[in-house]
């Protein structure tokens, strides 16, 4: 494991090898602890800003020992011409560092690094439309703590799906599992993607579309709440209403189910629904952090 | 002491063991030092930039050991959605680390913060007219260290102090203290806005309000100069001539006093001002160094 | 020394020791290690943004064990007043750190800055027909380290001169070299400036100016390529396609000669050409992280 392109590339073993590893940094962390890679830095290369995503990684480097070179902003502050080739830009930064983190705002930007680097490129998240590979890790891995098993479980994903990069990613993830069952509840204008469905029908997974929450959440073991773009749906002529959790939706929610969302977030989740058991999305960004300092290390390792 | 909020949560017996571990930490850093903080994760949120502020912090962060995340201008990098909570951002960065430093551009914004967050909060500015404790405290401890006292003291302020977010801090500090005597010098339309005032009556503190340093300068032992916004003062019609400190106006002041300013400086202390010995201003800006590291250590200590 | 202002104040003996401890530092990386300068602090003051150059600088003083404030456009985001003097942020700033990395906008701003400075300046370039020292130091040690020696070189420089920050700082360091012969290719608008050949003349170096590379590229040790800002080129109708490297230029370049480029480059250089072994310019940025290393180290020891 050189890169980490995308989802798919991870197999089910390979998958459980790395969440025990994410369980051995949570400890780690717990207990106020470091791990031993001083010697190691990561640069932070991010072309569309997001101080989320890029402190999650940061702080894991910090946790495993690390050093960290950053841009918040590379597209506006990288250089004084504004044309250089990706590809170049990679081959000198990575001379500086021993993995780079590559937020890039166009699908396949990771991939193209890839291919001429001899440091190792995380994908920090590529395009809309793209990949969010450890995004995906880190909301499988807090399925998966949350209720024990991935076989088996139903999955409803909700909000504008066509686009959503973590969504889609998460997809192909559950494919890899036995019995899960996925339901996408989206705005037909704002439903997943048919090669979302294709890849679907290729690992014989079990899935159905609707436009509304009615008789699912009573069924599903996670709902996945994705971001809703406010003008953009207000453009589409959509009820945004429909697509919001809030303490009536709860109601109608599986007593055992777990709430995931990426975060940030919009309107999609009342802040009202945050005192709910059943809400797992803060703990699920706190997992990004174990989850991370558990890739990063496999990397170093050269595991 | 979990946050880090406003002037007044101080006492004054730890304002005196702050100043103590202060001078402490003075001399870990003579002697070319580090404490053993290295486990410990500092994340900068700035939402108005402010490098020197962001600067003295991470310093600080770093002659103790530790390790520091950070964002220039959260504001417009934070994340593709504009409207996310503050309280949401808290939450998910309080994972990432072990103590935020926030500068947040409403008034109010670090108590926002501060009332969701299980990871300690410092209010590094908080709005226009809002509140600066650390800059408050350090302007403090620089009268302290300068006077050898701060009972029985005349402190003048100078500028335009009704939005003087350093002005108001270190007034609400000042009337902790006995036999103070307290000046503002400022234009009527500038002038320190009355719940200062209403404040320094409470606690029985004298002051006097004065449109002129007229027969002032000789009496006060600090004189504190704040920041004039040029174009604020063309606006209001102000001389603002008459309220900068040059080398005339050093000949009227007490040969002893103190002359203070929180930095930057625009026009209100001409640059031949710096040579005089009473010009206290770099030494202070200096003393933030090691005050934050004092404050920084106090909360990791749990002290 | 200590202050890094502009290429001239090397003599060759400091040269030779910055480029054995430069050998070493490579070494020290190619086995993973770091070196023990834990408790310095480095401050990259980049008031133009340039990650490249920062990272260099940056990852030099992580491997050397050591930390790193960063901003990455301090013109924008310094302060809430426009007009500070750069003295006076130099003179703050330094209280937080023991070398300050200074890129400045403006012609002269290093050398201001280490005139009020207590802490070690770098310039890290400053102003278009500035200097950029340390670029010119690794550009020499890159030809020293590829041709095994600098006297006696035929050096052709390429490219827009005039404004060539990295053509005219290289061009001052190898005027100290024995027989050194030195071409400056460009249309005549773009052509090297006077002061550059006054220096030469000085020091007894032979040069010739000309417009087209017939002729001498059989000739040269080292072919330097420099930006061609294609705006600037079309408002004066130069022809690029004369001043690009290709493969069919290569077919005329000496069989032993060295190509570099200060990168990023725009188009001056085919990506093809990248494969033949004469193209040292990625070896030449990652010497930067070594030389940069050298030069943080000799600082800090005094040397």
């Known amino acids: 494991m050189k890169h980490i392109i995308e989802s798919q590339q991870f197999k089910v073993p ?12 949570k400890k780690v962390v717990a207990r106020g602890g470091t791990m031993d890679y001083q010697n190691k830095i990561m640069a932070s290369l991010f072309y569309s800003p997001s101080t989320r995503t890029r ?14 070179l950053t841009t918040e902003q590379a597209r506006e502050f990288s250089s004084e011409i504004k044309d250089e080739r990706l590809e170049d830009t990679i081959r000198i930064i990575g001379n500086y560092c021993d993995v780079i983190v590559l937020r890039h705002h166009q699908v396949g930007g990771a991939k193209k ?33 949350e209720c ?3 076989d088996g479980l139903s999955v409803a994903f909700i909000g504008a799906l066509d686009n959503g990069r973590t969504a889609r990613s998460l ?47 009573s069924k599903v073991d996670v709902l996945y709440v994705t971001r809703m773009d406010r003008e953009r749906l207000q453009r589409k002529n959509v009820k945004l209403e ?24 919009s309107v999609e989740i009342s802040p009202e629904v945050d005192q709910d058991p059943r809400a797992a999305y803060f703990r ?9 300092m558990a890739l990063l290390s496999m990397i170093f390792d050269g595991d």
């Open 14 to 25: 390979r998958i459980m090898d790395l969440f025990e590893r994410t369980n051995f940094m």
């Open 55 to 68: 402190f999650s990684f940061e702080s894991a480097m910090y946790r495993l020992g690390g050093k960290v």
């Open 113 to 145: 690094a890839a291919e001429v680097s001899a440091t190792s490129i995380i994908n920090a998240g590529d395009g809309s439309g793209g990949q969010h590979p450890t995004q995906a890790l880190l909301d499988l891995y807090t399925i998966h703590n």
């Open 148 to 150: 024990h098993t991935v």
């Open 171 to 217: 997809a192909y993830l559950l494919s890899k599992f036995d019995r899960v069952k996925l339901y996408f509840i989206a705005p037909d204008e704002l439903q997943i993607k048919p090669d979302i469905l294709a890849h679907l029908d290729e690992h014989n997974i079990n899935y159905e579309l609707t436009n509304s929450t009615k008789g699912i959440l």
């Open 242 to 265: 429909e697509y919001n959790i809030t303490p009536s939706v709860l109601k109608q929610l599986n007593k055992k189910a777990r709430i995931l969302h990426p975060l940030p977030r």
């Open 284 to 292: 699920q960004t706190e997992n990004g952090l174990y989850l991370r």
